[in-house]
């Protein structure tokens, strides 16, 4: 029904608003021809409508306005003059923004509540738990992962739980161990061969009783947690940060260790004495003796060759207790070089000066059925094993004086054991060739 | 109800938030003579009305992840085109209460050219600007047909309903230009603008009636010729 009130000022406006209504044909069915009965009986009212009409025409006749061409073209420069179109989808960035000060926030609160409860540290799900132990199938070669087979968290020693835990054997596998430092992804690993037995006494102190470790890579943890030690039946080994390898030999005779990066203090168990066995060092440890002195895990040796006056003959041998990589003579850059010396021949009123010439890249010479690509790139050398090679000298002394020859040899390569990466200062022994009578 | 219309803008806008700038153009084109013809009446000024626009087509892409399916495209295109332009009187609002300010100052030092915003000589890219382009069209669209009074009538009437539409309150100017200038109903009003039919209705009386009483020269009838006695 139409609303009858016609007072100024009611909330709808009456009866004016049901004209303007009327007008628009807001009106349904039965308000119109209730209007329409009420107009038929009211001139006023059917002025004020006549007016309403006409007030509507006048805004009907207004111009029509349209908008200038290229709107859409200026809307698409400006978003992306203001960056809007970055981003594959709108608005992505802003939601972006929004949720990373969320996450800012959250992290805030976070802190805060870490703060308010006495500094206390994210805890491990349990305790003893000091990292994780992932098995493998055993690598047939080196620096090989075959598949994975179990992962298990890595437990510290605890003789009186019921069973015992904490007290690992490989048997079958290779074994993969994930030790947190503390500090953000940054873990202390190691790789255990297979048949070994061992356990952790602490977070940072590992009884090996078996077997080897093949690479023990270890990265500083905090300042209170020390060196990560290995004890063996034969000493304990002591590292800060590096990389080694770890053996226990089959006899269990004795204890090899290898140090590939950084160095490592290596302790008798039967002596107070103590090595600094530093990258590209071994040494080996018994019971009742005194630890070897470290030694180089390869040796460079030259000599002449048998029946020939300038051809020398090159020998780098690993004399270590791991496989070695080591470069081989044809290479990019000077691998072996030879140091050249000599003294210029006494005579009565003069001083004898000695001359060094600079070090020149020797040349492999292959020997019958080599060729050239077996002098070239890389080759792993396993303990004992051998990298020979012969060189003519002769291009260095053709037009030297008579005299006493001194020649060095030095290898340059970097050293690749399995347990990282290492570069010392190899260098053969001093060969004299005299060419005083020649 | 939905009509085929409002099916093809929900595909749009699923196509938008995909980040799909095709669907973005065909919703650009499909609602922009609208808009713009709603700034225009708003603001009575081309550039505005351009600004307004673009700003608002700005927030559909950026607020497109925003959209919910319950509300019509068409509707929440307007509210986010009203909110820009309440945006914008907002920000008028102060520019003119500094303009004042400054005004004042510059005819206390003897510049008695200082001009309010409400002045069409204050802005060049404001009125002046739009009642050049205006003749220009006028011009173009009715070449011949129309004489000097005529247009100079048509001329006096715009000039009216545009200082009477700058004269209401900005709500009512926009309900009654939504109303009168866009042929929208109620309910749509009601729900782009997410106010009860009731304060639509209201809106548009009292608009009206300021309006007509404002156009009164041009509304009410000629007197009638006094009938000539019969022969």
């Given amino acids: 029904m139409i609303d009858e009130d016609t007072r100024p000022g009611s909330p709808q406006g009456g009866m004016g608003a049901v004209l303007v209504s009327y007008a628009l044909g807001e009106l349904d069915a039965g308000e119109q021809s209730a209007l329409e009965s009420r107009l038929q009986q009211a001139p006023a009212l059917q002025r004020e409508l006549e007016e309403i009409r006409r007030h509507l025409k006048l805004h009907q006749d207004v111009r029509k306005v349209a908008p200038r061409r290229g709107s859409y073209e200026r809307l698409r420069a400006r978003m992306k003059r203001e960056g809007s179109l970055e981003g594959a989808v709108p608005g992505a ?31 491990q799900s349990r305790p003893d738990q000091i990292g994780q132990i992932v098995y493998h199938n055993p690598s047939l070669t080196l620096g090989q992962k075959r598949s994975e087979v179990a992962r298990n968290e890595l437990l510290l020693y605890n003789p009186d739980a019921r069973p015992p835990q904490g007290e690992y054997d490989t048997s079958a596998y290779d074994a993969f161990l994930w030790l947190p430092t503390g500090q953000a ?13 061992f356990r952790f006494t602490a977070a940072r102190t590992m009884e090996l009783q078996r077997g080897g470790i093949r690479r023990l890579d270890v990265r500083p943890g905090s300042i209170v947690d020390g060196s990560f030690t290995v004890r063996t039946p034969h000493g304990r080994i002591e590292v800060d940060e590096g990389a080694l390898a770890v053996t226990v030999t089959r006899d269990g005779a004795r204890t090899q260790v290898t140090v590939s990066e950084g160095s490592a203090r290596v302790f008798g168990a ?10 590209g060092f071994c040494t080996s440890i018994e019971r009742g003796k005194l630890p070897d002195p470290p030694r180089p895990l390869l040796q460079l040796l030259v000599g002449q060759k048998p029946g020939s006056e300038f051809e020398l003959e090159a020998t780098l041998v690993n004399t270590g207790f791991v496989p070695v990589k080591i470069a081989r003579a044809y290479a990019r850059v000077p691998v072996y070089l030879l140091h050249v010396a000599y003294t210029a021949e006494y005579e009565p009123g003069t001083l004898p000066e000695n001359t060094t010439l600079p070090p020149v890249q020797v040349t492999p010479k292959p020997e019958v059925g080599e060729t050239a690509a077996d002098h070239r790139g890389e080759t792993w050398l396993e303990p004992g094993k051998a990298y020979r090679f012969t060189f003519d000298v002769s291009p260095v002394l053709i037009n030297a004086p008579r005299v006493e020859f001194w020649l060095r040899l030095e290898y340059r390569g970097d050293l690749y054991a399995p347990s990282g990466q290492a570069r010392s200062m190899i260098h053969s022994r001093n060969l004299r060739i005299d060419m005083r009578n020649r | 109800m939905s009509t085929a219309s409002d099916n093809q803008d929900l595909k749009l ?7 799909d700038s095709d669907a973005f153009e065909q919703l650009f084109y499909k609602y922009y003579r609208r808009l713009y013809a709603l700034f225009y009446r708003l603001a009575w000024d081309d550039g505005r009305a351009e600004d307004l626009l673009q700003e608002t087509f700005m927030r559909v892409w950026r607020g497109a992840l925003t959209y919910k399916d319950d509300l019509k495209v068409s509707s929440w295109v307007y509210r986010i085109g009203r909110n820009c332009w309440i945006d914008l009187e907002a920000r008028r609002k102060s520019v003119r209460r500094a303009v004042d300010i400054e005004s004042d ?8 050219d200082a001009l309010s915003e409400n002045d069409p000589r204050a802005t060049t890219s404001g009125r002046y600007a739009a009642v050049k382009t205006l003749n220009i069209i006028d011009t173009i669209a009715n070449p011949a047909e129309e004489g000097p009074d005529n247009r100079a009538a048509r001329r006096e009437v715009e000039e009216g309903v545009r200082t009477g539409l700058l004269d209401l309150d900005p709500m009512h100017r ?3 230009v939504m109303s009168f200038y866009q042929g929208m109903t109620y309910s749509e009003i009601s729900e782009a603008l997410e106010i009860p039919t009731g304060t639509v209705k209201s809106r548009v009386y009292y608009a009206e009636r300021k309006l007509r009483e404002r156009l009164k020269k041009f509304v009410q009838p000629a007197p009638q010729p006094a009938p000539e006695a019969a022969p």
């Fill in chain 1, 185 to 197: 992804n940054t873990y202390s690993s190691l790789e255990i061969v297979q048949n070994s037995a």
């Fill in chain 2, 105 to 112: 100052a510059a005819l206390d030092s003897g510049r008695v």
């Fill in chain 2, 174 to 176: 926009l309900v009654l």
């Fill in chain 1, 93 to 123: 960035h802003c939601m972006a923004r929004r949720s990373f000060v969320a996450a800012a926030v959250f992290g805030l609160v976070a802190v805060a509540l870490l703060a308010l409860l006495g500094g206390a540290q994210p805890s």
């Fill in chain 1, 270 to 279: 039967d002596s107070d004495s103590v090595f600094q066995v530093t990258a």
């Fill in chain 2, 13 to 19: 806008m699923a196509a938008i938030k995909r980040g």
